[in-house]
């Protein structure tokens, strides 16, 4: 572990992009959550200030205008999110079984259909979008975040490809794996070229193939990784309670995991590292000072309900 923390080597000006999936968690006894890892994100980046883009599809339908009436109430730009007339508002079914829950994430729903940017308003009347018609690759933007679920169907990946390929910003990966909406063939093209990728340590021994429940079994896996997919990302692995790694091509950092003051659930809790992660790079802090950040944000999490809140103060991270 090295002493020092270098400063992230990249200057940054614009917004966060981000590209995904926005849903709602249906339960057994008629509550629905609002949520989607990329929304997540998204949505604490506005609480933490930086004013993202997101883009994404919903169904036109009462589940897609709570959407977009909760983002304008957080104050959060509209543009990027389209409105699919011919597809559902996305989904998760959740159900309970012994007191265990099980999801099914509904396939397809409008976040599998998001359409590239630089749409004619002519086109868009048939394709199903309306709002985001006038983004265009050429917006500034400071960091391009997307997960993997959205990756699933074949629009959305294409859009997602046509991103990857456009974009000037530093890519974040965040590798959500979501079974079955994962295929390990997916690899090459989610982690060649990204300059910052987001894993658990389950996530990454499934990857590797290596085990990963010490630093160096840690390193060792990313430098499996790193080299069979070409990738000299900075990597970022999060271990639940046992704290966080970020990794360099010759630097490891670690930060505990504080113990929340009151634990509600987890859910949410990457999501908040990985937006708290994307602050702490545009901030320009060192890699040590932005998982410490990170670490702190998700503990907070835990404590809410859900992975996301409109309590202002959960977004003060430095005091």
Not at 228 to 242: D, E, K, L, N, P
Request: glycine letters at 10%; a negative charge.
């Amino acid at each position: 572990m090295t002493s020092h923390a270098p400063k992230t080597s990249l200057e940054f000006r614009g917004s966060p992009l981000i590209i995904g999936e926005v849903l709602l968690d249906h339960f057994p006894d008629g509550r629905s959550i609002l949520g989607g890892a990329p929304f997540n994100v998204a949505w604490n980046l506005q609480g933490l200030g930086r004013k993202p883009m997101f883009v994404s599809s919903v169904g036109d339908d009462p589940e897609g205008k709570q959407i977009r009436e909760r983002m304008a109430d957080w104050g959060m730009k509209l543009d990027g999110l389209q409105t699919n007339p011919q597809h559902q508002t996305g989904a998760v079914q959740v159900t309970l079984e012994n007191g265990q829950p099980s999801y099914d994430i509904v396939y397809p729903r409008a976040y599998d259909f998001i359409e590239p940017p630089q749409v004619s308003s002519a086109t868009a009347g048939t394709s199903g979008q309306e709002a985001g018609a006038s983004l265009s690759i050429d917006d500034a933007h400071s960091i391009f975040y997307h997960g993997t679920l959205a990756w699933r169907a074949p629009q959305t990946r294409d859009t997602l490809k046509y991103w990857i390929a456009n974009s000037t910003a530093s890519r974040f990966v965040d590798i959500n794996i979501r079974e079955p909406w994962f295929d390990s063939k997916w690899l090459p093209e989610l982690l060649s070229g990204a300059d910052f990728i987001k894993l658990n340590d389950e996530e990454l021994a499934g990857i590797s193939g290596l085990p990963c429940s010490s630093e160096d079994e840690v390193r060792r896996a990313v430098e499996k990784i790193s080299g069979q997919y070409g990738s000299s990302a900075v990597y970022f692995i999060t271990c639940g309670s046992r704290g966080a790694y970020a990794i360099t091509h010759d630097c490891a950092f670690f930060a505990a995991a504080p113990k929340p003051e009151s634990m509600v659930d987890t859910v949410g809790a990457g999501d908040g590292f990985a937006a708290a992660t994307i602050d702490g790079i545009l901030a320009g802090i060192s890699y040590q000072q932005v998982i410490e950040r990170a670490v702190r944000f998700a503990a907070r999490i835990c404590g809410l309900r859900g992975a996301t809140t409109t309590d202002e103060s959960v977004y003060e991270l430095d005091q």
